[in-house]
């Protein structure tokens, strides 16, 4: 089972203390070498989800061991499948009869569980999911997935932390949401897949991780066209198959390596990412200094010198992505320059900044902006990881600073990172993983 099979370079995900594992990193310069990126945690998830579509056997690869795939693996084991994940391959059973209830202790573990909402009622006509809270980005409703799923003929209840969904038969109809939501798109994608009828998404989100669900979805022998632009349209069918599937490569954790090089320096290969998922970031960062081509196999990075400062706003893909932000923060706080960086699709997302400025950074952040004072050096200290992508911009943050940084709650980077501390450290890095009581 998946939980058994689990472990990452942190050790064992089940066993360590949720707080206590710390990253040690000293200054470093000049990384060199070549590292491979994971499959996209954004992408298996759904996936993930969807094979609740139909019964039988699944089979994923290039699925990392992260703690957010073994507690979706949880989420799918607790209504009835049995899985196993050896290396990077994931297999997944999926039964007849299933319990389509998603309970609190999975869903406030990991806010991605609301994606079972949409294949549980297509293949079930109900569903009870815990409703998930707010987190670490702030106020983070569902309101665009439940309208969404009501057009298609979904009654929704509410009481005791739960939604309870209900329908006879879904029926496709159209759907404009009011923002490119990526969550909700996957919702209603997989809700209608088996509606009976033709449902069109307009203003659908566009991220290579929803090229990814719907090429499964239509190898599973869903008829859908139109992904990866703002308006996608699903035939319903009657039946979907389970089928192998490869998921695409992690393009944040891509954007994660190249960070790294503009704090270190340095020339790296990076094995897997692909260049045409994360064009606009490359440009911002090309602009910057950081010097990014497409070569056989991967992309290769080379940063000489120190960088510029740029203006940024996060934005719905193909823009800059508000995941890649933490890392731009980092970079801008030892580039030449002021930035100005406006983050327009999660309005808390700044808590790391105070981090930063632990470390000597001169951030200002208000809302939804920071200004960003690039200043000469940073300095190591002592600093808290809030989530999965600030986490790893502050180890970034420590490849350039003066000293030690000792990034704590580093399981919060683990939900995210197969190898992120093995990795850096392959590239000539100087960091380690270290237990809390042993600093
Ligand atoms: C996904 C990604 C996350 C990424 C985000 C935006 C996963 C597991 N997570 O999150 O890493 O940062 O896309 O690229 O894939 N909103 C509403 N009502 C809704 C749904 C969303 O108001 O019903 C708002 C959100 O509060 C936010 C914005 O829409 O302001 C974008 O959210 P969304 O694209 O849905 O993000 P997620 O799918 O949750």
């Not at 290769?300 to 800059?320: H, I, Q």
Request: negative net charge; proline residues 4%; contains cysteine.
């Amino acid at each position: 089972m998946a939980s058994n099979s689990f472990s990452s370079e942190f050790g064992t995900t089940s066993s360590h203390n949720e707080e206590g594992s710390v990253v040690r990193v000293q200054q470093s310069t000049g990384l060199s070498g070549t590292v491979r990126v994971s499959g996209a945690k954004n992408s298996v998830l759904k996936i993930m989800a969807a094979s609740l579509l139909a019964p039988g056997q699944y089979v994923l690869n290039n699925v990392p061991h992260i703690a957010d795939v073994k507690w979706m693996a949880n989420l799918l084991e607790t209504m009835g499948a049995s899985i196993s994940h050896q290396k990077d391959v994931m297999q997944i059973e999926i039964p007849e009869e299933m319990t389509p209830i998603a309970p609190y202790e999975l869903v406030e573990r990991m806010r991605a569980s609301i994606v079972v909402l949409g294949p549980l009622l297509a293949r079930f006509g109900k569903a009870k999911v815990s409703v998930p809270g707010g987190d670490d980005f702030g106020h983070r409703p569902i309101d665009m997935h439940l309208k969404g799923l009501e057009e298609l003929g979904v009654s929704f209840t509410n009481s005791h932390g739960y939604i309870e969904g209900e329908v006879k038969k879904l029926v496709g109809g159209k759907v404009l949401l009011n923002f490119p939501s990526v969550g909700a798109t996957e919702n209603l994608l997989m809700a209608a897949v088996l509606a009976e009828g033709i449902t069109v998404i307009e203003n659908a989100a566009r991220e290579p991780e929803i090229v990814d669900l719907v090429y499964f979805l239509n190898s599973m022998g869903a008829q859908i066209t139109g992904e990866g632009t703002s308006t996608i349209q699903i035939e319903g069918v009657g039946h979907l198959s389970p089928v192998e599937h490869t998921v695409i490569p992690d393009r944040i954790e891509a954007a994660t390596y190249i960070a790294a090089l503009g704090m270190a320096g340095g020339q790296i290969v990076i094995e897997e990412a692909r260049l045409e998922h994360m064009e606009m970031l490359a440009e911002k960062l090309h602009e910057m200094g950081i010097e990014i081509g497409q070569v056989d196999g991967g992309i290769s990075v080379c940063v000489s010198k120190r960088l510029r400062s740029v203006d940024l706003a996060t934005l719905p893909y193909p823009g800059v992505a508000t995941d890649y932000k933490p890392f731009i923060v980092a970079l801008l706080s030892i580039s030449d320059g002021v930035g100005i960086v406006t983050e327009n699709i999660f309005a808390g997302r700044f808590r790391y900044v105070d981090e930063l400025i632990r470390m000597g950074a001169d951030i200002r952040a208000e809302g939804h902006h920071a200004v960003v004072r690039g200043v000469e050096r940073l300095s190591g200290a002592p600093v808290r990881a809030p989530d999965i992508r600030a986490g790893a911009a502050l180890v970034l943050a420590g490849l350039a600073a003066e000293g030690e940084t000792l990034v704590g709650a580093a399981s919060h980077i683990e939900r995210g990172y197969q190898n992120l501390v093995g990795n850096l450290s392959s590239l000539g890095a100087k960091i380690e993983l270290v237990n809390h009581q042993s600093i």
